[in-house]
């Protein structure tokens, strides 16, 4: 989008503000150049036609598929719209990869933690929802008496909202962020 440096930067600060403290955002030019430059997976461009809303996936099309709509892109440039994507497994398994050899300790944190008062209800592991897959007769609690010690399940909550780049601008940013549950808060 040929954005200068410093509306780049303001950028940057726009998003880490609608992000939670501690994070890992990236407070400058640099810092994100470096992050994505040491992505493991490139990032991935999915295709759209803004006009009918046809997906094309991450092939680049010169016209829009759709018999009712055919829209010529190279005509019409701004008819053809994407949104990117950063491969969620990859991100999960940095992730963990960097807690290096005290992941399994930290992945344990909700049966580790200690509650202050075992009626109330003081992160996401007290929730009815999560008790009935978590839990000991619950979907995810594992397989065997063996396996219960070793498994160990993962669960997200996402957020998202858009935000306006620019008040002039007719892009907008909708960032995806995921949550993972069984991350002690601190974490």
């Not at 580790?112 to 075992?118: F, G, L």
């Not at 109330?120 to 007290?126: L, S, V």
Request: with cysteine.
């Amino acid at each position: 989008h040929a954005l200068s440096g410093v509306a780049l930067a303001d950028l940057l600060t726009l998003i880490e503000l609608h992000c939670l403290l501690p994070n890992q955002c990236a407070k400058s030019t640099k810092l994100l150049r470096e992050f994505f430059g040491k992505l493991k997976s490139p990032l991935e461009l999915h295709y759209y036609c803004s006009f009918c809303q046809e997906y094309f996936g991450t092939q680049k099309p010169s016209c829009c598929s759709n018999a009712a709509c055919l829209c010529d892109f190279e005509k019409k440039r701004s008819e053809l719209c994407y949104f990117i994507v950063i491969p969620f497994i990859n991100q999960l398994q940095a992730i963990i990869r960097g807690m290096g050899d005290s992941a399994h300790e930290i992945l344990h944190h909700r049966t580790s933690r200690k509650k202050k008062c075992k009626h109330n209800i003081e992160d996401i592991f007290d929730g009815e929802l999560y008790r009935n897959h978590f839990d000991p007769k619950g979907y995810f609690h594992g397989t065997s008496t063996a396996a219960r010690g070793k498994e160990i399940h993962l669960s997200l909550m996402v957020n998202t909202d858009g935000v306006s780049i620019f008040r002039s601008s007719n892009y907008s940013l909708w960032p995806v962020y995921f949550v993972i549950n069984e991350l002690p808060p601190e974490k």
